[in-house]
Structure formats: C-alpha cells, structure tokens
C-alpha cells in the first residue's frame, strides 16, 4: 500500500516550459488536492478534486490547470512556468466518507529560473 | 474567510523539556482543527484532530491540544520532548466549518520545533 505517490521529486524548469506533476493514490479515496509550501506561508490549496469528473479552484489557482484523470490520479500542469512557481507541491487525498484526515505525498520540489 | 495564525516560527527547546506550539484561528461558525507534522524532505501526516466533544485532544508521539472556543486557541503541547520530535507543526482549520466530501484546509504559516540535546 503506497499511500500518495508523486512523480517527480525533483525538477528544475526554465521560465516559459511546461510539465505536468503527477499524482496517484491507492487508497479509493474520493477527494483530492494540490498545495504549493512556501517558506514562512504555510500550505495554501491551488486546486482540488472532491469527486471523479469535478474540479475546482482554491486559493491560488493562476498559473495552472489540473484534471483528474481518473479516481486515482489527479495532475497539475504549469503552462508557462514563472519563477514565482519556484515552490514545493504536495498532493493530498481524502476519502471524503467522514474522514477528515487528509493523507499527503512526498511532494516534488520545482524549481524555475 | 477563516484564517490560522501561528505566532511563533521557531521554537527552540531542550531535549525532554515540556513545549507548547500556540494557533489561534478566526472563524465565525463552527471549526474542525488539526494539527499536522513535517519531519524534513517528507510530506505532513496528522498528529491529532479536533472535531467535538472533549476540548483536550490526545495525538500520536504523546502530543495533544486543548480546544478553547472563546480565546479562538487550539495550543498544542507535550510534556517532555526528544531529539525526534525536530519538525515542522502546522495547525490547520476546515474551510467553512464543511467536512463533506469536498472540505478545504486552511493552514497556518508553521512551526518550526528545534529539540536540542
């Protein structure tokens, strides 16, 4: 049992590419999620995913898109990265059935110049 | 909206003395509050929940935190540390006071636990 999985883990960017951050989870959980950590921030919530086929917006949504591409796997694409994308990300899940503990990835640690 | 704020970024303590990691939110509904732990290079992972009933929460590793809805405080604490116990701690609190399928979390800015020998 795996958990919350992320590829990658590490990925330096330059500013304009693109790439998409995966994340897959094993648990048949409903809900899933995408947080940036910055320093002295916190975790702050970019997208989230409460069922297959659904997505929404959260707190800082600019500058990327998400899917969800099946009950597993839920992915965060940058289309023109910027420095200020710079960040650690982290997937989350949830089984959304009275569950309230969120269970986190790894993270993958991108860095744009 | 709901906010957390922890004050303290750094906490520096010795090894086996008693430590207490002080949140505070705002919120004008009810809330579900959690405290989270980063050890370095991984992802957080729950250390204890607050959702109703008794105001004093018991966690993984021998921490808790007590609930004081009218100082909007949700302190965590542990009577005596270790070196292991070096990490980041988050307090977050549910968007909305919501826990369907869909609750949000909105994290506080960290803490960082320094445990010296």
């Known amino acids: 049992n795996a958990g919350v999985t992320q590829t990658p883990k590490f990925q330096v960017l330059k500013t304009g590419q693109s790439m998409t951050l995966q994340c897959a989870q094993d648990m048949n959980h409903n809900s899933m999620y995408w947080y940036r950590q910055d320093p002295g921030m916190g975790l702050r919530l970019i997208y989230y995913?409460?069922?297959?086929?659904?997505?929404d917006k959260g707190e800082v949504p600019n500058g990327y898109n998400v899917s969800r591409l099946n009950k597993r796997e839920f992915s965060l694409r940058l289309e023109s990265a910027a420095p200020s994308q710079t960040s650690v990300y982290f997937c989350a899940s949830n089984s959304g059935r009275s569950s309230y503990e969120q269970y986190f990835g790894p993270g993958t640690r991108l860095t744009v110049t | 909206a709901q906010s957390v704020t922890q004050l303290d970024s750094q906490v520096p303590v010795f090894e086996e003395a008693p430590v207490e990691l002080r949140c505070n939110y705002s919120?004008?509904?009810?809330?579900?509050l959690f405290w989270y732990v980063q050890y370095p290079n991984q992802g957080l992972q729950l250390l204890l929940k607050?959702?109703?009933?008794?105001?004093l929460v018991k966690g993984i590793n021998g921490f808790e935190a007590e609930f004081n809805k009218s100082q909007t405080s949700f302190h965590l604490r542990k009577p005596s540390v270790h070196i292991s116990d070096t990490a980041e701690y988050f307090c977050?609190?549910?968007?909305?006071?919501?826990?369907?399928?869909?609750?949000?979390?909105?994290f506080g800015s960290g803490t960082r636990l320094l445990v010296r020998p």
């Open positions: 977050a609190v549910s968007d909305e006071g919501r826990m369907d399928s869909s609750y949000k979390l909105i």
């Open positions: 995913s409460a069922s297959e086929g659904t997505t």
């Open positions: 607050y959702l109703s009933g008794s105001t």
């Open positions: 919120s004008s509904v009810s809330v579900y």
